[in-house]
């Protein structure tokens, strides 16, 4: 048991050290804390992918969004476990200034940005009703996206009349795209 112990304290410092936020040429690749902040209901959120860096999330386990056409924007507090999550996923196709609106989740047709949370505290799905999207910064050469979000969900995301279980407001996002 102390060797697994051993190799597991090991493989995280390995870990840690390969994943550090420096460029091969001596730049900073993210100089903000978090990749992804928001309120959720006027609680403050906030989180980088489960790795702990900016770095876009390269096991989209959704084929709705398949990952040779979608970049998976992931930001999980509490680290791989985690406990709430937001997801934006963002057209590779469309990656540009913009600001973009939400709608729910129809599972026809994917749209060409789109949100979710996940509440991993509870075993209840929550759906985006609707929201906003706003690309506000596109490095091509750096590979970096920013912007800011919001958006609300549900329970029930076709019932129009459908409670609002959370709003998301004031959300940022700092991340490499590739």
């Known amino acids: 048991m102390k060797n697994y112990y051993t190799l597991t304290l090991v493989f995280l410092f390995a870990l840690n050290l390969l994943s550090c936020s420096v460029n091969d040429d001596g730049t900073e690749m993210n100089t903000k804390e978090f990749a992804m902040t928001a309120k959720m209901n006027g609680k403050t959120f906030e989180a980088n992918n489960p790795f ?3 770095e876009f999330s390269m096991t989209n386990i ?6 040779e056409d979608f970049v998976m924007l992931q930001a999980r507090q509490g680290g791989v476990i985690g406990n ?8 590779r196709s469309d990656i ?7 709608g729910a989740e129809t599972f026809n047709t994917p749209p060409s940005h789109f949100i979710r949370m996940f509440d991993l505290l509870n075993d209840i799905s929550e759906y985006t009703k609707e929201g906003t999207l706003v690309i506000t910064e596109v490095n091509s ?3 970096m996206v920013k912007g800011t979000f919001e958006f609300t969900t549900t329970e029930t995301p076709a019932d129009p009349n459908a409670t609002v279980d959370f709003t998301v407001t004031d959300g940022t996002f700092n991340y490499i795209y590739e």
């Open 62 to 67: 959704w084929s709705y969004y398949p990952i």
């Open 84 to 91: 709430r999550e937001i997801n934006i996923w963002l057209k």
């Open 52 to 54: 702990g860096n900016n």
């Open 96 to 102: 540009a200034v913009g600001t973009y609106s939400i």
């Open 141 to 143: 050469s750096e590979k």
